[in-house]
């Protein structure tokens, strides 16, 4: 009996299930430091029930939706999958992912022509994905398709979300507490990006860095922290925190070449301060490779580099 044809397409409301069922398989262990585990079901199950499924599928005709699910299925299965947010500049394409059955059968490149052809009727320039330093089988698809590194992202874990070491934060680390104070963090911490990723990774609304996609901070509450003084601003950072049970986040968007290592520390540890005054079963600090400073500041308060990973984007 031939197997069953496969078809390519948006996700249907029939599809939840075994949508559901194939992301929660197929996730990597980047996903895993992202709590994905715990929010894929709770975030998917929204979009596809009830009114939240129909607005995004009513906003999807008029071109505005802010996601797209892509499936492939097979015998009405879904085999394939395939996410794009839809951000300034680009579109982020993520849970690219193939049922080992259907592999070697040009899914996850179909899923890829979908997603980059949805990008372009968007009219964003850029394509955007992320993929583990050692996922060589994926990254040779994407170098083969045009994609080229962005940055590398080294992925750093604290167990624990109690409080850092004791030591003092230096006066020059302040809480942010107003809007025209956030105002003025997103405009240095933007400009203090590197050329490449302000063009074609832009801090999405509300947050400081395009890094801070990967904690879906638009779910999430946060703080931000300034080091500096009348001789001008020298860094930021910023923490994200949820539900229970969710990792927390720290990021540290932007550091001037000047800022000393005390001020890093003592950013660092603001943030770990309000981390523990919640429910946070342990951190999550992703550091690009233009921030490397920060890295003592972490280890130095028990955090542990985990893995790296690629971000990657293609011009369309």
């Known amino acids: 009996m031939p197997a069953p044809a496969i078809e390519f397409g948006g996700a249907r409301r029939a599809d939840r299930g075994s ?71 680009s579109g982020y394409v993520a849970a690219v992912g193939t049922e080992a059955s259907h592999r070697k059968q040009g899914v996850a490149t179909r899923l890829l022509d979908i997603a980059e052809d949805s990008i372009r009727r968007r009219h964003r320039p850029w394509a955007v994905l992320d993929v583990e330093c050692e996922n060589a089988s994926a990254y040779r698809l994407y170098r ?57 990774l832009p801090p999405p609304r509300g947050c400081l860095s395009g890094t801070e996609l990967t904690s879906l901070p638009q779910w999430s509450e946060n703080a931000t922290w300034i080091a500096g003084d009348g001789g001008g601003t020298r860094g930021y950072a910023r923490a994200y925190r949820s539900g229970a049970g969710d990792p927390g986040f720290l990021f540290l968007p932007a550091l001037s070449a000047g800022i000393p290592p005390s001020e890093v520390y003592g950013l660092t540890l603001s943030a770990l301060d309000w981390l523990a005054r919640s429910s946070t079963r342990e951190i999550v600090a992703p550091v690009p490779d233009y921030l490397a400073p920060t890295v003592p500041a972490l280890e130095s308060n028990g955090f542990e580099k985990v893995l790296d990973t690629y971000t990657m984007a293609r011009a369309l």
Request: hydrophobic share 40%.
């Open 144 to 200: 083969a398709r045009g994609y080229q590194i962005l940055q590398t992202v080294g992925w750093y874990r604290r167990k624990t979300s109690g409080p850092g070491p004791r030591s003092a934060i230096p006066g020059t680390v302040r809480p942010v507490t107003t809007r025209e104070e956030l105002k003025a963090a997103t405009a240095w911490c933007t400009a203090n990006t590197p050329e490449k990723l302000r063009r074609v």
């Open 19 to 89: 949508y559901l069922d194939f992301v929660v398989r197929n996730l990597g262990p980047v996903d895993y430091l992202l709590g994905m585990e715990v929010r894929a079901p709770r975030e998917m199950d929204r979009a596809f029930r009830g009114a939240g499924y129909a607005f995004l599928r009513f906003l999807g005709l008029l071109h505005r939706s802010p996601v797209t699910f892509l499936a492939a299925r097979a015998g009405g299965k879904v085999v394939g999958t395939t996410i794009v947010l839809y951000l300034r500049e």
